[in-house]
């Protein structure tokens, strides 16, 4: 049996489970909790590498509530990345690097490799990323966007991804390699990416494509967005960037992004807020119809995962895309049960961790 804690910064605590594992498929969560943060604290410490100490004291505090058991691994939700192939990699100096100077972006998710090492090397035992948001398995035709000098990029939520097609596969009787899907992670966040031979050969980027989602705009028609950036609506890029990602979606038509009460609302009947949400469901059938083009048509399962595939939302994406293939619904997160996952893959001896300085 093998210890196994796991850990996923946000923007205001960080989620910790620990888990015992008997093999690399039955893991057994026995402890979790979402660690707060003093909101004065991180204000103070606005750069995620900068609150590295108070976050990892918060856990060892989490560890001693839990009488400090003897940990085997500790794996960390991975960061933004550079662009890597699928699987779990060793956090190595290139790695700790790459996140404290937040050299592909500012997250919080940044921190979950920095706090696994630091408690890892207290302990002397290894440490872990897996399937983070910089895995990048596209395939050539996908990268061409229109212009040379802006080729379309690859993040995606992958660890969720990854986790859902390996559980169907299992439902299946198979595995992920074996089978052709789609997968629509539904959250603050949504890509949709069709599967083929275990790859995640194509998505919308999140913050810039796709489905708008509640804080975020998606796509958006180019000729009118090129003259909003030029009428002096935003000072500079950085405001800019900073509507379209955290202030659009359902905060700027219906000025919440409460997906609780939009639903409740929407199922009431009230306007706009039914013509709003069942939008969002009409643009993921429209994302979800494009990546089925990609595999040539040729889809065993669509599977609908995230926080916000329930009625009545799930129900209209199924209405216009359930003759593509059958859909499977998948809701909730599943990064924690997924690193435990990659830990015990690794502790078992099924997989060997990837070196990401090689990468």
Known sequence: ?????????????????????????????????AVKHDPDQLAAHPEPADQLEFRSLAIEEFLKEAECPNLDAI??????????????????KVMIDDMLSSRYGSHASNLGALIAEELASRRKIPSLIADPVGVDQFEPLARYSGHPDMPRRCQLHALNMRAVAREAAHEMSGEMEDFRFIIAHLGGGISVSPMKSGRLIDVNHAMDDGPFSPQRSGGLPLIPLVDMCFSGRWKDAGEAKAE????????????????????????????????????????????????????EGRVDSIILTGGLPHPPLSDWIIERVGWIA?????AGEREMQALARAAARYLFGEDELLIYGEA
């Open 75 to 92: 794996a960390g939700r991975g960061g933004l990345t550079r662009p890597l192939e699928a699987g779990s990699y060793r956090i190595d």
């Open 326 to 330: 059958p859909v499977r619904i998948l």
């Open 244 to 295: 379209l990602t955290r202030q659009s979606g359902f905060l700027a038509y219906l000025g919440t992004d409460d997906g609780k009460e939009i639903e409740r609302r929407a199922v009431a009947g009230e306007q706009p807020w039914r013509e709003t949400y069942e939008a969002m469901a009409y643009q993921v059938a429209k994302e979800i119809g494009a990546m089925a083009t990609v595999l």
């Open 1 to 33: 049996m093998k210890t196994i804690l796991t850990i996923n910064p946000g923007s205001t605590s960080t989620k910790v489970a620990l888990y015992k594992a008997s093999d690399s498929w039955e893991v057994e969560e026995w402890k979790t909790a």
